[in-house]
């Protein structure tokens, strides 16, 4: 079960971890189509030092030592945790930008079913809708902390946001390798797979700069690379000819396209440039090795000396989920979704402008309550993203890549001690590494007690509500999931509903239009 955690205590009960993941982030690459910004002014926020420290809150103790090339929740003696011992006012987890759960949910509602449980995290529901929190001037992060109450008087909402710097323009960015590894295996020959990912591929040659490289692969039972590394420049005919030739053929061999991929990446490698794999794929893997820890183990060398990341992008109404969710978090990268046109041509024209350079390697997060003001609390997903609370400043640990143009939300449900009318609440801290130099920063911010006094739906920002509507739409989705216990003051799936629509309505947002369908879908099919 999913519990909560009460602060002044060492008794904690561990948190399932949930492995699934969908999606696509392969927008993280291309570029061309026009600028996709998000129109928030930049602000100022200097970053803090490595040894920096609050002036407020608990910062988890600083690491004996530091160094590079851990995964996320893995320790220097290889021991590993789902969830960090005390002391309990901390919460600690790498960040996470993936949407692929949200996307995917959308589609199976779309197809008249209820989305499986397993495949329902929160996070990627929240983070699918972009906020407007003050963004920072260079790399790094700004953060802010808000937060209101809710229906249940002995409980709110705490909302940590987190920004990056505004993207820049596409003739900014630095050129980009980028190496496609598309699944053409026999599933794949469904409308909405192979067809889609064509289509999305054809727009992207029209679209990236003439000093921009493409490499094609392809994979289904064994792999093959079509199409080495090349320049744009006067050679878009011969990259459409290659993406007109795909066909769907035989079994899924996915291991054998990944490192396929990163070897051909390796060969076509350009310096100053943005060298990525991008994995196209329903991550239906039914030959060679199908675990995700192996097949990233085949190519870590490449990887890590290389610096080369991997994202994917899911298609398809069966969809491996997990795995590609697996594949992209130990890949140091992202994924996303898309089941129509409409979807391709905005994470490839719009989205991928916004990724395709990195701001920040290895971020993580960590909130340190009070506990003489909060009695408990609770993150809202980021199940799988946990780290110790003493693995916050060891830069060892894996945690987050995030490019500009992102913004990244954390919702805590919070309880507060009775007859607390004021006195520190919460600092959240974020922490990060240098793209390049992978020198280690960290920013803060804090909030007050005193500043939880408007109602979720009454007073709250506009982004707020929205959130908290996403958070409770997923959080009812997975409730017959026995690892998870429902959120305190959850609304029903029709309270969702009407708020939704009213949010919608209120700013004409045709994506929260687009998720108050999917409430009312869920509505109805859950009878």
């Keep these: 079960m999913h519990t909560y955690r009460r602060t002044g205590t060492t008794t904690r009960r561990r948190l399932g971890t949930v492995l699934l993941a969908l999606g696509t982030a392969g927008a993280l690459l291309l570029t061309g189509c026009g600028q996709s910004g998000d129109g928030s002014d930049s602000s100022s926020h200097d970053r803090g030092q490595a040894d920096s420290r609050p002036d407020d809150g608990f910062p988890a103790p600083a690491p004996e030592g530091t160094g590079a090339g851990e995964r996320r929740g893995e320790r220097p003696d290889d021991e590993s945790r789902d969830v960090a011992p005390s002391p309990d006012h901390l919460s600690t987890f790498a960040l996470d930008v993936d949407t692929a759960s949200y996307g995917y949910a959308r589609r199976t509602l779309n197809d008249g079913n209820l989305p499986d449980p397993s495949t329902v995290r929160p996070e990627e529901f929240v983070n699918s809708f972009r906020q407007d929190y003050e963004r920072p001037d260079g790399d790094g992060f700004s953060v802010s902390v808000d937060g209101a109450r809710t229906n249940d008087e002995d409980w709110s909402l705490l909302r940590v946001g987190l920004a990056t710097r505004a993207a820049q323009g596409d003739s900014r960015r630095p050129p980009a390798a980028l190496t496609f590894v598309i699944d053409v295996s026999g599933s794949m020959s469904e409308p909405g797979r192979l067809d889609l990912a064509q289509d999305a591929l054809r727009t992207m040659t029209n679209r990236l700069r003439d000093d921009d490289s493409v490499a094609l692969v392809t994979f289904s039972d064994e792999a093959e690379t079509v199409l080495p590394m090349t320049r744009l420049d006067d050679n878009r005919h011969e990259i459409r000819d290659a993406v007109g030739s795909l066909e769907p053929t035989d079994s899924t061999n996915l291991a054998a396209g990944v490192e396929t991929g990163y070897e051909t990446a390796v060969e076509g490698l350009r310096k100053g440039a943005t060298n990525r794999v991008?994995?196209?794929?329903?991550?239906?893997?039914?030959?060679?090795?199908?675990?995700?820890?192996?097949?990233?183990?085949?190519?870590?060398?490449?990887?890590?000396?290389?610096?080369?990341?991997?994202?994917?992008?899911?298609?398809?109404?069966?969809?491996?989920?997990?795995?590609?969710?697996?594949?992209?978090?130990?890949?140091?990268?992202?994924?996303?979704?898309?089941?129509?046109?409409?979807?391709?041509?905005?994470?490839?024209?719009?989205?991928?402008?916004?990724?395709?350079?990195?701001?920040?390697?290895?971020?993580?997060?960590?909130?340190?309550?009070?506990?003489?003001?909060?009695?408990?609390?609770?993150?809202?997903?980021?199940?799988?993203?946990?780290?110790?609370?003493?693995?916050?400043?060891?830069?060892?640990?894996?945690?987050?890549?995030?490019?500009?143009?992102?913004?990244?939300?954390?919702?805590?449900?919070?309880?507060?001690?009775?007859?607390?009318?004021?006195?520190?609440?919460?600092?959240?801290?974020?922490?990060?590494?240098?793209?390049?130099?992978?020198?280690?920063?960290?920013?803060?911010?804090?909030?007050?007690?005193?500043?939880?006094?408007?109602?979720?739906?009454?007073?709250?920002?506009?982004?707020?509500?929205?959130?908290?509507?996403?958070?409770?739409?997923?959080?009812?989705?997975?409730?017959?999931?026995?690892?998870?216990?429902?959120?305190?003051?959850?609304?029903?799936?029709?309270?969702?509903?009407?708020?939704?629509?009213?949010?919608?309505?209120?700013?004409?947002?045709?994506?929260?239009?687009?998720?108050?369908?999917?409430?009312?879908?869920?509505?109805?099919?859950?009878?």
């Design 278 to 527: 991008v994995l196209l794929s329903d991550a239906l893997a039914n030959t060679g090795d199908t675990d995700a820890e192996t097949i990233l183990e085949r190519i870590a060398g490449e990887r890590r000396e290389h610096g080369i990341t991997l994202f994917g992008v899911g298609v398809g109404s069966d969809y491996g989920d997990a795995l590609m969710e697996q594949l992209a978090d130990q890949g140091d990268g992202h994924t996303t979704y898309v089941s129509t046109e409409e979807e391709a041509e905005e994470v490839f024209c719009e989205e991928l402008p916004r990724h395709i350079d990195l701001t920040a390697r290895d971020a993580k997060a960590q909130v340190s309550f009070d506990p003489s003001t909060v009695e408990e609390f609770r993150l809202i997903g980021y199940d799988n993203r946990q780290v110790a609370d003493e693995d916050f400043r060891d830069d060892r640990v894996d945690g987050g890549e995030v490019g500009p143009g992102h913004t990244v939300t954390a919702l805590y449900a919070v309880r507060i001690k009775a007859g607390t009318e004021g006195g520190h609440l919460a600092t959240a801290t974020v922490r990060w590494l240098d793209p390049d130099s992978r020198t280690p920063h960290e920013e803060s911010a804090a909030l007050e007690a005193s500043a939880l006094h408007d109602d979720l739906w009454a007073a709250a920002p506009y982004g707020l509500r929205v959130a908290a509507v996403a958070a409770y739409f997923a959080d009812s989705l997975r409730r017959d999931d026995g690892r998870w216990s429902g959120l305190p003051a959850s609304p029903s799936i029709r309270e969702l509903s009407y708020r939704a629509d009213d949010l919608a309505g209120d700013r004409e947002d045709k994506d929260v239009y687009a998720l108050a369908e999917a409430i009312e879908t869920a509505d109805r099919l859950m009878g």
